[in-house]
């Protein structure tokens, strides 16, 4: 059977650096859910027919990780039927042996809730703007409204909503340097497995 992490957490909590980290360690496949939405919601168009028909092209688009596709992606996930139509695809690629590691809102919740280790990353909310600001080159102060603005709609819709499941390993990483939060989840994991 297929060991598998579930990370999520909110915006720039540093969740992707963790599962791609996570990821080269034990050599399991890597999984950003959060291109998944940003793909289907810049495709434009009906949103669950974008999702419906999205292919691995779709997800190497170049402008998928500007802050305005953010905002797109967390208005067209609040969509039941967009969510359903991207479930297959996320659990053909958790079953990977010899392992996977998918990262998101609702991964520990709902897609992958049998998960053997389950981490939510979070992180104060100035450092999180600090952060996607140096990342995007763009205001702190700008991207700390957007950022609150798309936690608020994650948390608050009903379908999948952002929230830590009731069995999660909770990581703050707003005093940690990169090498201490990647230390603390491989640690997670190796007590998991
Ligand atoms: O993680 P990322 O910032 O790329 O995600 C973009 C948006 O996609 C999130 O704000 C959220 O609305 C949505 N998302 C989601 N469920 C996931 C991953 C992302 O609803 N598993």
Known sequence: MPFIIAIDGPAASGKGTIARA????FGFHHLDTGLLYRA????????VLAAQSLCADDLTGSGLRSAEAGQAASRIAAIPEVRAALVDFQHRFAAQEPGAVLDGRDIGTVICPHAQVKLYVVASD???AERRAAELGADPAE??????ERDRRDSERAAAPLRPAD???VL???TLSVDQAIAL???T???AR
């Open 22 to 25: 996570l990821s080269a360690h």
């Open 40 to 47: 289907t919601g810049a495709k434009g168009g009906d949103p």
């Open 126 to 128: 100035r450092v999180r």
């Open 143 to 148: 991207m700390l409204v957007q950022l609150q």
């Open 167 to 169: 069995d999660a390993v």
């Open 172 to 174: 703050d990483t707003s």
């Open 185 to 187: 989840a491989i640690e």
């Open 189 to 191: 994991v190796r007590k």
